[in-house]
């Protein structure tokens, strides 16, 4: 079975991961875990990193920061994975949807204006699939309105927006650095703020807001979503490969580009002037025309043994939120459309040209 995805681990990964062993320190502190940390942010061009268990939890401490009240609005697209929308629900507050962009599939911004209320606190973004969104209309809006910009950048990792990186365009990003992630920890995650105000509550909230004068008196309630230093270890290695990483996933991404170029019915993600994708998987969206859905594509490729991913349901389509009242006749066609025949082709590091032609050999005998 050809994967979807994979990472690509050195032996110098492997040897830095070694060395974190043989340190000692093995739990959520070591050399590996501040230099992870302070390197990474130092890549997205921000001041602060504060590195955690995974990109969920990234959310929910990047939305804590917040202070939402009961009731208090957020806006954000639905065509995403749940972890945004789950963040800002557990904190008290209501996720306000918005459509996607066509084309490049990134939250449609201007749609959000007229999504702002007397509750609305903070636009969530989130970066679609290895390409940014649209920020200047977005922390356009934002700054008008006096709102704070989060950045989820689980999937954009050394993506650019007009020559700034992806996760150092807003007041707070979050990054992911799941086992299918352009870097990986295994499972990972990471917290990226302005303000040392910030570092230092979201700190403190990682760590079961422990105090530094007294240790077990608490004044806030806290979790335990530390990373540790073998995990971290193994991150900093790849952080000096991100030009070849990214150059890899371009190159991935040109080959199926050439390979799909004359096969009707099949659409890739449009890679905007402003923008520089990575390509973090490769999407594809089958045209209604063909009578094939994302389904029966996916099918016909797994009985040749080639793995594929459904792409993202709309938050507004997701029972969960529907038993709690949430998004009632609302209407999201874009993303409904996406949903429907979009699918995610193989792309990982590893995988070879010969391997690209085979999967849209297969793409193109499918659609007949």
Not at 164 to 182: E, M, Q, V
Not at 235 to 249: L, T
Request: proline share 4%; aromatic share 8%; with cysteine.
């Amino acid at each position: 079975m050809l994967p979807v995805s994979e990472p690509c681990i050195t032996e110098r990964d492997i040897a830095l991961v070694n060395d974190a062993l043989k340190s000692g320190w093995i739990s959520s502190a070591g050399m590996y875990l501040d230099l992870f940390e302070q390197r990474w942010a130092a890549y997205c061009g921000m001041p602060f990193g504060i590195a955690v268990s995974n990109g969920s939890v990234a959310l929910d401490l990047a939305v804590g920061l917040l202070n939402l009240q009961p009731g208090d609005e957020v806006i954000m697209p639905t065509f995403t994975i749940i972890s945004p929308a789950q963040s800002i629900v557990r904190a008290g507050g209501v996720p306000v949807l918005v459509d996607s962009e066509p084309h490049n599939w990134q939250m449609d911004a201007g749609q959000i204006e007229a999504k702002i209320g007397p509750r609305t606190k903070a636009i969530l973004v989130v970066h679609i699939y290895g390409h940014p969104a649209d920020m200047d209309l977005i922390t356009d809006v934002a700054r008008r309105h006096h709102l704070t910009v989060i950045e989820d950048a689980a999937e954009v990792h050394g993506a650019e927006y007009k020559g700034r990186r992806c996760g150092g365009l807003a007041d707070i990003s979050t990054f992911s650095f799941y086992a299918n992630k352009l870097v990986t920890t295994g499972e990972g995650g990471m917290v990226l703020v302005r303000t040392p105000e910030h570092a230092e509550r979201a700190r403190s909230l990682r760590n079961l807001c422990f105090q530094k004068q007294q240790r077990f008196l608490h004044d806030e309630l806290g979790y335990n979503y530390r990373m540790t230093n073998i995990q971290a270890a193994l991150g900093v290695g790849q952080i000096d490969r991100m030009d070849g990483i990214v150059a890899r996933k371009r190159a991935i991404a040109a080959a199926y580009a050439e390979q799909l170029r004359d096969v009707a019915g099949i659409r890739m993600q449009v890679e905007e002037a402003w923008a520089k994708s990575v390509y973090w998987v490769l999407g594809v969206v089958v045209g209604e025309s063909t009578g094939v859905t994302a389904i029966m594509l996916a099918d016909r490729l797994r009985e040749a043994h080639i793995e594929t991913r459904p792409f993202f349901l709309g938050m507004h389509q997701q029972p969960v939120f529907q038993k709690m009242g949430l998004f009632q006749g609302e209407q999201f066609p874009v993303a409904d459309r996406l949903a429907r025949q979009g699918v995610y082709l193989p792309s990982g590091l590893t995988i070879t040209d010969e391997q690209i032609v085979s999967v849209t050999t297969t793409v193109r005998e499918s659609l007949k």
